[in-house]
């Protein structure tokens, strides 16, 4: 069956030091996967989409890959802020015209100031 | 725009009782999903639908019912609660994915439900 992994532990950074969080998976070939910020107590909200063809993906400090070799994606937040602390979900999505969803646990990010 | 509403925010049910989980949209979007987030498990799909009318099995549906009478209500039904079904439910849209390509889906803010 398919199977999405993220860090289970949490990620504990500095202020100002880049995160990297990776998302891996198993037993499927996705058309796309995006990335979601969820904060406590909150409904995810998201952040990038990359496409299988496409290899990176930029939107201002938050950069994303996508190997499909590998079966990993890579999340990075560069210049990291305290308000950046939350969990970060991987997603993963078909070919299929439905938009639907394969999602993963999610990292805890913890910016130290 | 409000963007997805769901309610009730908390809700604590006795085993065997029923309720309805209510979520609407004003985005006009097509597409809308059902999910459950347990802690440490991620968010699990429970039933879909791509338009008024049409509504259609996640993965894990059993306990769950849904309705699509319109563009902007997707209410989900749990019947004959169990504790097995503490979570907290979110509701989300997306656009119509087209020929462009994937689209990101908009979440409410959820419900978290406990049964007792």
């Known amino acids: 069956s398919q199977k999405i992994e993220q860090n289970s532990e949490a990620l504990n950074i500095q202020e100002g030091k880049t995160a990297t969080l990776t998302c891996n998976y198993t037993n499927y070939s996705p058309a796309y996967l995006q990335w979601y910020r969820q904060d406590p107590g909150r409904g995810p909200v998201f952040l990038l989409l990359i496409r299988e063809n496409e290899k990176e993906k930029r939107k201002e400090r938050l950069k994303v890959t996508f190997d499909t070799t590998l079966k990993q994606s890579l999340f990075h937040i560069t210049a990291s802020q305290p308000a950046d602390s939350a969990t970060y979900l991987c997603?993963?999505?078909?070919?299929?015209?439905?938009?639907?969803?394969?999602f993963g646990t999610g990292t805890l990010l913890a910016v130290q100031p | 725009n409000a963007g997805v509403t769901q309610t009730p925010k908390f809700r604590i049910l006795k085993i065997g009782q029923s309720m309805t989980l209510q979520c609407t949209q004003d985005m006009n979007h097509n597409y809308m999903y059902w999910y459950r987030q347990d802690p440490g498990m991620g968010l699990k799909l429970i039933y879909y639908?791509?338009?008024?009318?049409?509504?259609d099995k996640g993965e894990v549906p059993n306990g769950y019912n849904v309705s699509r009478s319109t563009t902007e209500d997707f209410p989900l039904r749990l019947e004959l609660a169990a504790p097995s079904q503490t979570s907290v439910y979110f509701c989300a849209s997306s656009y119509t994915a087209g020929t462009t390509g994937y689209n990101e889906q908009f979440f409410g803010p959820g419900t978290r439900l406990t049964v007792l």
């Open positions: 997603a993963l999505g078909g070919s299929g015209a439905t938009n639907k969803l394969i």
């Open positions: 639908s791509v338009g008024a009318g049409i509504t």
